[in-house]
């Protein structure tokens, strides 16, 4: 069974230019989740969806954060305009409800560097 | 802000000694899980322990979960060099299984 994909694995921009990821959660999985994390932190949760539905955006920086995940599968997290403070690494993970949504499966992430 | 506090930050031991970690937290929770991350790496699942048990074994891990004192120990068994990673504990809150509180981690680094 595949993983949860991520890319790109790493993206080099200046600050105030936008930036796209995008993830493709395990297949059958519902559920889905955006996180944040910074160096020698934990991650940080941003946004959560249920199929294509957004129902925990609470932590999302809504002024230049935005996410969507048409059909409910794929999503994709932006960011415009970066800003400095947005370097870090961005985590998606899914989760089934057949498995209670107890355990969450995580992707690579994607390494921002803003310069 | 930081649900599971993970002690110590950082340990270092060698090759075969066994590895212990400890997660504080500070509301009631449905479970805690224990995730492993390698160097630019995402996190790995490596064990659940529901609020309602005490103790968990998987492989070379063992968990153990005191609700009473709000904290948790993983500890990792004949280490090896390949367990060198840092591993972070996680809490859904009771009530919610869908929102993890990461802790900041401990790195453990196991020496050959």
């Known amino acids: 069974e595949a993983g949860v994909v991520q890319s790109p694995r790493y993206k080099i921009i200046e600050k105030k230019q936008p930036v796209a990821f995008w993830c493709n959660p395990i297949s059958g999985h519902n559920t889905l989740y955006w996180y944040l994390q910074n160096l020698g932190q934990g991650p940080e949760l941003l946004i959560r969806?249920?199929?294509?539905?957004?129902?925990?955006d609470s932590q999302l920086p809504k002024d230049r954060f935005s996410a969507e995940r048409l059909k409910g599968v794929d999503s994709t997290l932006k960011i415009q305009p970066a800003e400095l403070g947005d370097s870090a690494v961005y985590l998606c993970?899914?989760?089934?409800?057949?498995?209670?949504?107890?355990?969450?499966?995580f992707g690579p992430g994607t390494r921002l560097l803003v310069l | 802000s930081q649900q599971g506090e993970e002690d110590p930050q950082a340990l270092s031991i060698q090759e075969g000694e066994n590895a212990t970690m400890n997660c504080s937290y500070k509301t009631s929770i449905n479970n805690l899980q224990w995730y492993r991350q390698n160097s630019g790496r995402g996190l790995v699942h490596l064990i659940l322990i529901r609020s309602n048990e005490r103790e968990k074994h998987s492989g070379r891990l063992r968990v153990t979960l005191d609700t009473s004192k709000k904290s948790s120990s993983l500890l990792i068994t004949a280490s090896r060099a390949a367990d060198t990673a840092s591993y972070f504990c996680?809490?859904?809150?009771?009530?919610?299984?869908?929102?993890?509180?990461f802790g900041k981690g401990t790195l453990l680094t196991v020496n050959p």
């Open positions: 996680a809490t859904a809150r009771r009530g919610s299984n869908y929102k993890l509180t």
């Open positions: 969806y249920e199929n294509e539905e957004a129902v925990d």
């Open positions: 993970a899914s989760s089934s409800s057949l498995e209670s949504q107890e355990t969450q499966y």
